[in-house]
């Protein structure tokens, strides 16, 4: 069992940062594939980033690519999601979930069995 929990969600200008972490509990966290998923309001749940459980391999939607980067600190059993030049239409409530299936699959949102709570990112412009 994988328990996650997110933070560092807020209100930002657009241009801005922030950074996002998702503090896992249970030992085989360090085995699961984890990626960051958001939803705007009125609109699917989408993909956003992901990483292996090695973190030797990331994936990144191509709206967030070269403003994004998503990492892991094992000894932390904690996953990142640096964000940068930040716009309006990132706003959306952002999600970290794992999974232990192929890596292949990082890019569904069904493909995950665990999630967090979210957290709030709102983008004004």
């Known amino acids: 069992q994988v328990q996650l929990v997110e933070s560092g969600g807020g209100l930002v200008q657009a241009g801005g940062s922030l950074r996002l972490s998702c503090a896992a509990s249970?030992?085989?966290?360090?085995?699961?594939?984890t990626g960051w998923l958001r939803q705007a309001p009125g609109k699917e749940r989408e993909f956003v980033a992901a990483?292996?459980?090695?973190?030797?391999?990331?994936t990144y939607a191509n709206s967030v690519k070269g403003r994004f980067t998503i990492s892991r600190d094992k000894a932390k059993n904690t996953v990142y999601l640096q964000m940068n030049s930040l716009k309006p239409e990132d706003t959306a409530v952002y999600y970290c979930?794992?999974?232990?299936?192929?890596?292949?699959?990082?890019?569904?949102?069904?493909?995950?069995?665990?999630w967090g709570q979210g957290t709030q990112v709102t983008v004004s412009s």
């Open positions: 979930a794992a999974t232990q299936e192929r890596y292949y699959y990082v890019e569904i949102p069904e493909r995950y069995n665990y």
């Open positions: 249970g030992r085989t966290f360090s085995s699961y594939n």
């Open positions: 990483i292996s459980w090695s973190g030797g391999s990331t």
